[in-house]
Each structure stands twice: as C-alpha cells, then as structure tokens.
C-alpha cells in the first residue's frame, strides 16, 4: 500500500511516515504543495493524506485538482482547527474524511485502514478473533459457537473493535466513530466506559482467553494476547 503525505510541518511529517512505515505501508513525503502537485501527477497512490493548510499551493487547490482527474484514490485530510467551515469545504471538495490535529496515532491509522477497506470494497460479511465471531448480515455475535445477545450499541462497538483488532482503539475515536459525537459538548468516557463493561461481561468474562484489553491512559485493544 503506498501513502503520500502532503504536509508542510516537517515534525509531524516525518512522525507520520516513521509510524506508517512501522505498520508497514509505503510513504512518500511531500512537504510544499508543489511537490504534492508533482507526486500526484507522477504515479498513482492507494491513498493520500492531505493537510489543508500548505504555504503556496494549500490543500484545497490540490484536493479541487486531483478530483478533477481522479474520483478514485482516498484522500484524508487533516485539518489545524476543529472549525466546520474547514470540514465542510474538505468533504465538499471530494475529501473523502478528515482528522483533526494534532490527533493520537491510532486514529490516524484506524481512519487509514477504514478508507483503504472502503476503497477495496470488499467488507467482509464475518469478522472474528479467536472463537469469536460476527456476522454482519445476520446481525449475530458468537463466542465458542454460543449467541451472545447484544444491544444495537455493544454490536456497533464489538464491530468498531474487531475492525481495529489488534490495535488501540481511543476514547476519541469511539466518541467520534461509535457515538458519532465530534464535538464533545459533553465527556462521553463514562458511556464508553460502562458500554466496554457489559461488553467485557458478555463476550469475555464467562471465556478464555481475554479478547477485550484496557490500554491504561489511552484506550482499548482487541486482541489474543494482553498489551
Ligand atoms: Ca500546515
């Protein structure tokens, strides 16, 4: 999978293409808008990552042009401020989803891996971990072949964290994703919280091995093994 990133502060650049590279996508680096304009027209990307605001050639100019040509590739874009005239000129433009800076890590590849998935358009019908399973269509979650029965809301959740597996899920990103909740008028970490609870309670507690792991001070993981 290659990534270009077009983004003009070097730190955070650099941090993006190093934490890619650690989950093994190909990156390139573009830190002006011209370089971004040259790459773009010199191959073609499985998706970009695109910071609106670049001196001289800013992310709109680059998002309106690469639309012209090509509906197709992903496009992420990151924005300074959570201002919705940014979002909303981002997305109008033919972005296809935005990150907010400065933003954790696992958002940033979570919102990766869901772009990609949708870029493929294969969504899998089942996901599963160990004997875990969900099947989308049916709507039904088993745990060594046993119905565990799950609200519209832990069925949402479990699917978020089965998306994820294997990787740290934040609160924000289940604020955002799962309760859909960008703004955070109000804290959501105690519904977080006590939705992780019944979770646990249901679909790991009477079993073994342990699926559903808190990540203390950052989030959670689905995964075999404890973090
Ligand atoms: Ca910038």
Known sequence: MNILVIEDEKKVALAIKKGLESEHYE?????????????LSSRPFDLVILDLMLPGRDGTEILRTLRKKDK??????????????DKILGLDLGADDYLVKPFAFPELTARIRALLRRGRGDQAAKLG???????????????????IPLTAKEFELLEYLLRNSGHVVTRDMLARDVWKETLRATPLDNVIDVHIGR???????PFSPKLLHTVRGVGFILSKTAP
Request: charged share 35%; aromatic share 4%; glycine share 6%.
């Open 27 to 39: 990156v390139e680096l573009a830190l002006t808008g011209e370089e971004g304009f040259f790459r």
């Open 72 to 85: 197709g590739t992903p496009v992420l874009v990151l924005t300074a401020k959570d201002t919705l005239e």
């Open 129 to 147: 971990l160990a004997d875990l399973e969900m099947d989308l269509v049916k709507r039904t979650v088993l745990r060594a072949r046993q119905a």
């Open 199 to 205: 979770l646990r309670r249901k679909v790991d507690e």
